[in-house]
């Protein structure tokens, strides 16, 4: 069975997608966010992640929090909308990373859980992690998650094992006003 790096942004987000990957691959969860906008919610997702992943026996690995690698890669992006120049940017920044990683440890290929939120374009994420694929030299695996009610499977797993959800993806300049 191939060994999988499997980039998550929380764990919610890496329910359904271990899921569907796991008869296939033997998956290892990789945390690097540095996008997230407080340590505090860093801290949260990440326990959240070990919590979801200790229940279903997947390892993961967590990189360090390092905020500054982020606001430095997207310098000039902030006011720009969700969805749009600053968030390839940041997939790039994370798949790259995740890629890396892989590639030092000897994985068979990487891949990301981005790709179950419905606020995610599939495409750009799919073509970014090609480019990081032909970089890196590192096998991307592409996915749409979302398809067949994967983000409601999500959901459902959220509820079940009771996880943390937030309301958005993690960096500040996405953060919705709580009304």
Do not use: W
């Not at 998956?27 to 801290?43: H, L, V």
């Not at 990440?46 to 229940?55: G, P, S, T, V």
């Not at 310098?75 to 994370?94: D, I, Q, S, T, W």
């Amino acid at each position: 069975m191939k060994r999988l790096l499997l980039h998550s942004c929380c764990g919610p987000c890496s329910t359904q997608v271990i899921d569907f990957l796991k008869n296939d691959y033997d998956i290892t969860i990789y945390y690097y966010n540095p996008n997230i906008d407080t340590d505090e919610e860093y801290n949260h997702r990440l326990a959240e992640q070990k919590r979801y992943c200790d229940i279903v026996k997947v390892p993961v690995i967590e990189d360090g929090y390092n905020p500054d690698e982020f606001l430095c890669k997207v310098k000039g992006l902030e006011n720009e909308k969700e969805g749009g120049a600053r968030c390839p940017v940041c997939f790039k920044l994370r798949l790259t990373k995740t890629a890396k990683k892989a590639k030092e440890l000897g994985f068979d290929l990487f891949g990301t859980t981005l790709t179950v939120s419905p606020h995610k374009n599939s495409t750009v994420i799919n073509a970014m992690g090609h480019v990081v694929e032909k970089e890196e030299g590192v096998e991307f695996l592409e996915g749409n998650y979302k398809k067949q009610d994967g983000y409601k499977k999500s959901i459902e797993f959220s509820k079940k094992y009771n996880l943390y959800r937030q309301n958005y993806c993690g960096c500040k300049f996405s953060k919705r006003v709580e009304k």
